[in-house]
């Protein structure tokens, strides 16, 4: 079992920046692959970026390359995203997730409860 906190949200003008953080307890593995996905009001949930626990394996949106950066601090079991530049369109919740598909067979995803980030014009 894997649980996950979202922390560093809240309300920003555009242009601004914002770390958020996501704390995991439980056991990690290096094939976990940590995710950030977001969702905002009326829309789907989309993947916005995730990292290898173990390292490698950076993957970006599009809609967020060169602005966000993903990281891990084993260490602190931390995962970040450093959001820069933010725009209104980044409004919405933020979830962290953990992909341990790579050990069940199967989709095995566990989610934190998210955090809100609004970014105002």
């Known amino acids: 079992q894997v649980q996950l906190e979202e922390s560093g949200g809240g309300l920003v003008q555009a242009g601004a920046s914002l770390r958020l953080s996501c704390a995991a307890s439980?056991?990690?593995?290096?094939?976990?692959?940590m995710g950030w996905f977001r969702q905002a009001r009326g829309k789907e949930r989309e993947s916005v970026a995730s990292?290898?626990?173990?390292?490698?394996?950076?993957i970006y949106a599009d809609s967020v390359k060169g602005r966000f950066t993903i990281s891990r601090d084993n260490a602190k079991n931390t995962v970040y995203l450093q959001m820069n530049s933010l725009q209104p369109e980044d409004t919405a919740v933020y979830y962290c997730?953990?992909?341990?598909?790579?050990?069940?067979?199967?989709?095995?995803?566990?989610w934190g409860q998210g955090t809100q980030v609004t970014v105002s014009s």
């Open positions: 997730a953990a992909d341990r598909s790579w050990l069940t067979g199967a989709d095995s995803y566990y």
């Open positions: 439980g056991r990690m593995f290096s094939n976990d692959i």
């Open positions: 990292i290898r626990w173990g390292g490698g394996n950076l």
